[in-house]
């Protein structure tokens, strides 16, 4: 898949994921505040382009050349860039600040998603940390996105919130599984340490289907705990596309010739739906 399309499909996600957020703040009574939308809307686009040019910087050199050309990459394009979005996100954030839109639930919020994004877009180096880089991406997107949204709008954290994102959560993860997995033989003679190489494709493949299994069960679980289900049911019967993606996985471990392409767009077809489902359901009520 075109790296083009990758990127784009990831801006998309964080407005998708910005406005559950808000789905869920409208749902509980909140009266939106559309200058805050619009507000935290730039912060989370200044947030990924800061953490994007900074993972293209990152690429513009071979690990054993970096101590070697350190100076010289530091003054690239994407690093400058990266640097630019991030100045930009730091005036968005002194204005917020200036404005009384923070409360001590979104400072924490925003502290912990500039942090890592910092650490998996290899900003910052922090090598304990950088072998979860994957996992610190999808809980920056699925997780703090949409808390960012509700918060900014209550000002206040509610059950609701880990019990619609933790599902979200791993169905991302499944989702970048299922892309490592076609990728795996190029990551492999490049070296490229993604998730799926450090821990190899036998047990990727299991932890994939893991996941999406473990995402419904939490779905579930949110149903028969107190989430409405007016609320919870639509994504379930995302479940079929789930089952539709392990099957596609399991023909695979058994030696079946993968249909790369749509492996790939199943695992993103089935995170887009029951985000979209959830935002939806929040919004209409």
């Known amino acids: 898949m075109s790296q083009k399309w990758v990127t784009a499909a990831f801006f998309a996600e964080g407005i998708l994921l910005y406005s559950l957020g808000l789905g869920m ?44 050309q350190r100076s010289a990459l ?40 500039m942090l890592g994004t910092l650490i998996s877009s290899r900003g910052v180096r922090v090598a304990r940390l950088e072998r979860f880089r994957e996992i610190l991406m999808s809980f920056l997107m699925a997780v703090l996105i949409p808390w960012f949204g509700f918060l900014l709008q209550t000002g206040e954290l509610h059950r609701f919130l880990p019990l619609i994102t933790l599902p979200i959560l791993a169905l991302r993860m499944a989702m ?5 997995l076609s990728t795996y033989a190029s ?9 799926m190489v450090r821990i190899g494709w036998q047990n990727g493949m299991s932890l994939h289907n893991l996941l999406i299994l473990f995402a419904f069960v939490l779905i579930a679980f949110g149903n028969a705990i107190g989430v409405p289900l007016s609320i ?25 010739k993968p249909n790369w392409m749509g492996l790939v767009l199943g695992g993103a077809a089935l995170y887009s739906l029951v985000v979209y489902l959830f935002s939806y359901s929040f919004w209409i009520r």
């Open 25 to 68: 703040a409208k749902y509980l009574g909140s009266t939106i505040l559309w200058d805050r939308v619009l507000i935290g809307m730039i912060w989370v686009v200044c947030l990924q382009m800061g953490g994007n040019f900074l993972w293209r910087h990152s690429l513009t050199a071979l690990p054993e050349q970096q101590s070697d």
């Open 74 to 113: 530091a003054m690239n394009l994407n690093f400058l860039l990266g640097l630019a979005a991030f100045a930009c996100l730091a005036s968005i954030t002194v204005l917020m600040i200036a404005n009384r839109m923070y409360s001590i639930q979104v400072l924490w919020v925003t502290l912990a998603a």
């Open 176 to 180: 970048v599984l299922s892309y490592q």
């Open 232 to 256: 919870g049911l639509p994504p379930m019967g995302a479940l079929t596309v789930g089952l539709w993606q392990i099957w596609m996985m399991r023909r695979i471990a058994l030696g079946a």
């Open 187 to 195: 990551d492999m003679n490049t070296k490229n340490p993604t998730l």
